[in-house]
């Protein structure tokens, strides 16, 4: 009945107002009331757990921001392969053992190493063989000062998302170019300081 009263009074008041409409002014003066449902399906994404392959990819992200190689390595399958991009690095495929070597080397040369996740997108349209594609920007101290670049790792997981079978890393090439001669050659004083220490 109050709705009703309300709904003759804003009718007498569009006559003065003729370009607000009563509909239009109930649901501006409702709506922090009785605030927009979602739509079932929103509703459910929101509420959905994460997909296994989702769960290793974060997961790798947060070994990599503890530099806790065993953690980066142990969700590889034995054959997984590491391909470098893009094509002009010239750089072949690492497998799992040279890959926690390269780890272990890193360690030493990229101080307060950290990862930032800036995108993840889940592909789950094969699902003998779920992908995820992730974009990272990455940090880290190093002899040559700051380190800066950007990543983009394409992850292929086995049927059970939980082991990787392939990734192709893409980076900034051109970073790559500048900063390893300069991280090179800063390297090469820092040892020449210490043997003269």
Same mark, same amino acid.
């Given at each position: 009945?109050?709705?009703?009263?309300?709904?003759? @009074?804003?009718?007498?008041? *569009?006559?003065? #107002?003729?370009?607000?409409?009563?509909?239009?002014?109930?649901? %501006?003066?409702?709506?922090? &009331? &009785?605030?927009?449902?979602?739509?079932?399906?929103?509703?459910?994404?929101?509420?959905?757990?994460?997909?296994?392959?989702?769960?290793?990819?974060?997961?790798? $992200?947060? @070994? #990599?921001?503890?530099?806790?190689?065993?953690?980066?390595?142990?969700?590889?399958?034995?054959?997984?392969?590491? &391909?470098?991009?893009?094509?002009?690095?010239?750089?072949?495929?690492?497998?799992?053992?040279?890959?926690?070597?390269?780890? %272990?080397?890193? +360690?030493?040369?990229? +101080?307060?190493?950290?990862?930032?996740?800036?995108?993840?997108?889940?592909?789950?349209? *094969?699902?003998?063989?779920?992908?995820?594609?992730?974009?990272?920007?990455?940090?880290?101290?190093? @002899?040559?000062?700051?380190?800066? *670049?950007?990543? $983009?790792?394409?992850?292929?997981?086995?049927?059970?998302?939980?082991?990787?079978?392939?990734?192709?890393?893409?980076?900034? %090439? $051109?970073?790559?170019?500048? #900063?390893?001669?300069?991280?090179?050659?800063?390297?090469?004083?820092?040892?020449?300081?210490? $043997? @003269?220490?």
């Amino acid at each position: 009945r109050d709705y009703f009263k309300t709904l003759k @009074a804003l009718r007498e008041v *569009n006559h003065i #107002f003729p370009s607000m409409s009563p509909s239009a002014i109930l649901d %501006n003066s409702d709506s922090a &009331h &009785h605030p927009q449902k979602l739509p079932r399906s929103q509703t459910n994404k929101r509420t959905m757990p994460d997909s296994p392959q989702k769960r290793t990819a974060l997961a790798l $992200v947060d @070994a #990599f921001n503890r530099m806790d190689v065993p953690a980066i390595i142990a969700p590889r399958t034995p054959s997984c392969l590491r &391909h470098f991009y893009p094509t002009a690095m010239a750089q072949p495929p690492q497998d799992t053992n040279t890959y926690a070597k390269s780890l %272990n080397s890193l +360690r030493t040369i990229f +101080r307060n190493f950290s990862l930032t996740l800036d995108e993840l997108i889940e592909d789950s349209s *094969n699902p003998q063989r779920p992908r995820i594609c992730m974009w990272l920007s990455a940090r880290a101290d190093t @002899a040559a000062g700051e380190y800066v *670049n950007e990543y $983009v790792w394409l992850l292929d997981f086995d049927e059970s998302g939980e082991r990787i079978v392939r990734t192709k890393e893409f980076s900034d %090439n $051109v970073m790559a170019r500048d #900063f390893f001669p300069k991280l090179k050659e800063a390297m090469g004083r820092e040892r020449e300081r210490k $043997v @003269a220490e």
